[in-house]
């Protein structure tokens, strides 16, 4: 299903086919109410026109519309190079994938192709009396223009940096929470090792990827069960957002000495491999366009720093959802009804991720000393629901900024003030100064 949801997701066409498809269906529709005159006495007169001014009504229309669909267009390629300049070029699949963009599209798109296959049918012989077809017209151009109005004040506020992080980090949280819906179930386990998982198979065999491309989506349930009905484990060599060439082994099969002998072709349907990262199934990803669009806030280029804060602190936020549901295990494990472990998946463990989400701002904000106080506050968000594990590294983390930051610039003021964030940090994660 989520295969399915992705695919949907990366067609900008699917949308506007629809409703183009609806258009034609319904033009089809009126035309037959027309020519059979099925409209007479139960439409009220005033909403039925002679064939002339149909023509009229129709021709404008069709005009004003692929005027308008020509203007969305050209607006959505402007919104598009603003979000690569100015944001980060992994955020253009937010505004296109924005349900909002493709759905004002395909009502354009619909309402032209109404209005052109009602004009190409609008005749004096063809029809014997006054038609429909022009009121309905003009009811889907109000309906164009509505939207049309609503894209524009879409496009004003998707350009708006803080609109974008929270959209970004809602997508992220939602990631998470499918996570811990998984993880809280009794038939995962997350482990530190592979051997943990318990598997006692005789034989094993790899399994190569077919194809290249980063690791978008893994259907684990549909793999599991597959290993269950073959009695087989097998392990998951990768995480999402990997890049894998079919010189990767993508799986290890460990096996009783029997296989199905296309098994390759097999796991490689349990596999979705693109040409850019998905979040779908990888929070970090949506984490790093949070930390792309931070980078960019603050380059000489821009030097906007506060909107670097803002980053900082919504991704704070994600990560302290991030620390609350996931522990530091390398592997998560998958057991079947009965208990039987049959696969091993992959995981970055939870203090990478803290490393590698802070790591490049640390450094290109050690200039700034609003940007480390902001890093502070976003280590105090993820101090409240990190484990002890965690909460040593999240001070570590703390010490690593600090080196990296130049103190020499900080003045009276400044030290008060940091020493201040530095007693909160240190009360929150239980660490002795």
Not at 10 to 27: D, G, Q, R
Not at 197 to 225: I, N, P
Not at 295 to 310: C, G, H, K, Q, Y
Not at 352 to 371: A, E, K, R, T
């Amino acid at each position: 299903m989520r295969k399915v949801v992705l695919r949907i997701r990366e067609s900008m066409w699917l949308k506007p086919v629809i409703y183009s498809v609806v258009a034609f269906l319904l033009a089809l529709a009126v035309i037959y109410i027309d020519h059979n005159e099925l409209a007479q006495g139960i439409v009220p007169s005033f909403l039925l026109t002679n064939v002339d001014l149909a023509q009229t009504i129709l021709g404008s229309i069709s005009g004003a519309l692929l005027t308008m669909t020509t203007i969305t267009f050209s607006t959505i390629m402007v919104v598009l190079t603003t979000y690569s300049s100015q944001f980060s070029p992994r955020t253009l699949s937010n505004f296109v994938e924005d349900p909002v963009t493709l759905r004002v599209l395909g009502i354009f798109m619909g309402g032209f192709v109404y209005s052109i296959l009602s004009l190409l049918f609008m005749s004096e012989t063809w029809y014997e009396s006054e038609v429909i077809s022009a009121t309905v017209g003009v009811v889907i151009a109000f309906i164009c223009l509505a939207f049309f109005a609503y894209f524009i004040h879409n496009v004003a506020t998707s350009v708006q940096v803080s609109t974008l992080i929270r959209e970004i980090t809602e997508g992220a949280l939602k990631v998470i929470k499918r996570q811990e819906e998984t993880l809280d179930s009794e038939y995962t386990n997350v482990i530190d090792d592979r051997k943990d998982a318990g598997f006692t198979y005789e034989f094993v065999r790899d399994v190569k990827c077919r194809g290249f491309g980063y690791v978008q989506l893994t259907d684990y349930q549909g793999l599991l069960g597959y290993a269950t009905e073959n009695e087989l484990g097998v392990e998951a060599n990768f995480l999402n957002g990997d890049f894998l060439t079919e010189d990767s082994i993508a799986f290890r099969v460990h096996h009783s000495g029997k296989v199905d002998e296309d098994i390759e072709a097999i796991l490689n349907q349990y596999l979705r491999l693109g040409k850019e990262r998905s979040s779908i199934q990888d929070p970090e990803f949506a984490l790093q366009k949070i930390v792309e669009v931070a980078l960019r806030a603050i380059s000489p280029a821009v030097n906007d720093p506060n909107t670097a804060r803002v980053c900082i602190s919504y991704l704070g936020m994600a990560l302290s959802h991030l620390c609350r549901v996931r522990s530091n295990g390398r592997y998560i494990a998958y057991y079947d009804q009965g208990l039987q472990p049959r696969i091993i998946g992959k995981q970055k463990r939870t203090m990478d991720i803290l490393y590698l989400s802070f790591y490049q701002i640390v450094h290109y904000g050690s200039q700034d000393f609003s940007i480390l106080t902001a890093l502070i506050d976003a280590y105090l968000l993820i101090g409240k629901t990190a484990d002890e594990s965690l909460k040593k590294h999240v001070w570590e983390l703390y010490i690593y900024s600090m080196q990296k930051f130049d103190s020499s610039e900080l003045k009276e003021l400044d030290q008060i003030y940091l020493n201040e964030k530095k007693q909160q940090l240190s009360t929150v994660l239980g660490i002795a100064l």
